[in-house]
């Protein structure tokens, strides 16, 4: 996948978009006051999370490496990148 054609899924303001490198993109997390991480304007995936025609970048909760998808009919899926199996409700995408 040649990760500099497909910031058009980003939004224009989106710290994300700015840290697309040749690598791929890394998100940094935000840990919060009881010392759970998230990620700025993201939300997890669930039931009611619809990919689009052009798909959806979600975010992998163990190495924070950016990934495309085109449908969410799996239950759990391997990252690319870190290789580790990772459930469906685990993983983050950009509201």
Request: positive net charge; charged residues 25%; aromatic residues 10%.
């Amino acid at each position: 996948m040649n990760v500099t054609n497909d910031t058009k899924l980003l939004l224009s303001g989106s710290s994300v978009r700015a840290m697309k490198t040749s690598e791929g993109t890394k998100v940094p997390a935000k840990k919060d006051k009881d010392g759970r991480f998230y990620y700025l304007n993201c939300k997890r995936v669930n039931r009611h999370t619809r990919a689009g025609y052009d798909g959806k970048e979600i975010i992998c909760p163990m190495c924070d490496h950016v990934l495309t998808v085109y449908h969410f009919s799996w239950s759990a899926l391997q990252c690319q990148h870190c290789d580790t199996m990772i459930n469906k409700r685990h993983w983050w995408t950009i509201k």
